[in-house]
C-alpha cells in the first residue's frame, strides 16, 4: 500500500495496530487517535539499515530470523562494520580527529524504551555494545571519554589501537591542507544506524560511527544522543540518522521521525518533514549531507535524504535490498 493509501485507509477506517489477530491501540487518547497502522505479523522480522552496509545488515536480518531478539541481532549487524578496518566511517579503522585520536560515539534503545549510550571512546572497537552494557550494567544513559573506555574494561571489552596505517596515512595527507569541510556520501558508506524487528514484533535499533572524519577534539556528534542519531518507541516505530550530526541534534530529528509517526505520518513522509526542518533553517544544506531512515510498528519503512546518492538496506523474507532514497535535491 502507498503511503497515501495508507494514510487515508487508517483515518477513514479508525483502525488499530493489529499484532497477528489481536488488535492493539498504540493511541490511547483522542489526541493520538491518527497513529495507527496495520500490524500482521508475517511481515517480520525486518532489519533496515542506513547506506549498503550489506553483511550488516543480513547478519541482523539472519540472527531475527533465528529467533534473536530486536537489539541483539541490531548490536551484531553493526558490529561487522565496527570490526572492519577498511570502513573509514565505524569502528575500528575509523578517521581519527584532527589530532589523530580515533574516538567513537554509539547509542541503543531497546523495545521497553531503555537506552544507552557511549560518546569519544578510544581503544573500544564494540561500541554499540558497550553503548547495551551502560544500559543495562549501569544506572545511567550515556558514559563519555575516558570513563566509558575505563567501563569497557571492566565489562571485558579489549584495548584495541583503532587507528590503522591506511587510516594515518589519509589523516598525514589530510593536515597538510588542514581544511575542515563536511565530506557528501563519503564512499558511499558512514555512519551505520539499524533498525530492527524482531519475530515478536518488537523494535529495537543501534547507531555507531566514528563520526565526522578530523573533527575536533572532544567533538560529539548525533549518533550517541538518543532523539537525534537514534529513536525507538516499541509502540509507534524507529528512526536512524547519518550525515552531518551538527544539523541532526539541532532539529533532534529521529525522535521527530518517530513523533510524526505517532501524529499518523507514514516512514516516507516523517522523514520528508525531518528533512525539511534542516533545509528551510539552514542557509547551507548544499554543502551537507543528513539522511533518514525510519520503520513503524507495521514494518513499513521510508528514508529521505538531501542530496541524492543515500541508500539503505532492507533484509526482509529472506531477501536483504538495496534501496536508493529519494533526495530533497534533484538533479
Ligand atoms: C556524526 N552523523 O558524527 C555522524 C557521522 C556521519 O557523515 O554520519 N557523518 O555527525
Redesign the pocket.
Known amino acids: 500500500m502507498d503511503r497515501r493509501k495508507f494514510i487515508k485507509n487508517a483515518s477513514l477506517t479508525g483502525i488499530g495496530i493489529a499484532a497477528g489477530s489481536t488488535i492493539l491501540s498504540c493511541a490511547k487518547t483522542e489526541k493520538n487517535k491518527a497513529s495507527k497502522a496495520v500490524v500482521n505479523n508475517n511481515n517480520f522480522p525486518i532489519a533496515i539499515c542506513t547506506w549498503g552496509f550489506v553483511n550488516a545488515n543480513a547478519k541482523a536480518g539472519q540472527d531475527l530470523d533465528a529467533g534473536i531478539n530486536a537489539l541483539d541481532a541490531a548490536i551484531a549487524g553493526v558490529a561487522l562494520e565496527e570490526n572492519d578496518l577498511l570502513n573509514t ?1 565505524v569502528g575500528n579503522g575509523g578517521a581519527p580527529d584532527r589530532e589523530g585520536n580515533v574516538t567513537l ?1 554509539a547509542s541503543v534503545m531497546d523495545s521497553n524504551g531503555n537506552s544507552g549510550a557511549v560518546a569519544n571512546v578510544k581503544n573500544i572497537a564494540n561500541v554499540a555494545l558497550l553503548a547495551k552494557k551502560v544500559m543495562t550494567e549501569t544506572p545511567h544513559v550515556m558514559l563519555a571519554g575516558k570513563g566509558a573506555e575505563a567501563f569497557a574494561y571492566t565489562q571485558g571489552f579489549k584495548k584495541e589501537n583503532l587507528l590503522t596505517e591506511a587510516s594515518k596515512k589519509a589523516w598525514e595527507e589530510w593536515k597538510q591542507s588542514s581544511e575542515y569541510k ?1 565530506i557528501i556520501n ?1 564512499e558511499n558508506h ?2 551505520i544506524g539499524m533498525l530492527c524487528i524482531d519475530k515478536a514484533g518488537d523494535i529495537a535499533g543501534a547507531c555507531t ?1 566514528s ?2 572524519a578530523y573533527k575536533m577534539k572532544g567533538r560529539v ?3 550517541p544522543i538518543i532523539g537525534s ?1 537514534l529513536f525507538v518507541d516499541n509502540q509507534i516505530g524507529a528512526a536512524a ?6 544539523e ?1 541534534m539541532k532539529t533532534v530529528g529521529s525522535f521527530l521521525i518517530v513523533e510524526l509517526m505517532r501524529n499518523g505520518m507514514h516512514p516516507q513522509q516523517a522523514c520528508e518533514e525531518a528533512i525539511n526542518r534542516i533545509v528551510t533553517k539552514s542557509n547551507t544544506y548544499k554543502n551537507f ?1 543528513v539522511a533518514y531512515i525510519a520503520i513503524n510498528k507495521a514494518g513499513q519503512t521510508g528514508s529521505y535524504c538531501i542530496h541524492e546518492g543515500f541508500t539503505y538496506m532492507k533484509y526482509q523474507n529472506g531477501k536483504n535490498k538495496n534501496i536508493t532514497s529519494e533526495a530533497f535535491i534533484k538533479t
Open positions: 566511517t560515539d563536511p563519503i558512514d555512519t560511527t563520526g565526522i556528534g548525533d549518533s542519531g540518522a547519518t550525515g552531518l550530526g551538527e541532526i549531507q
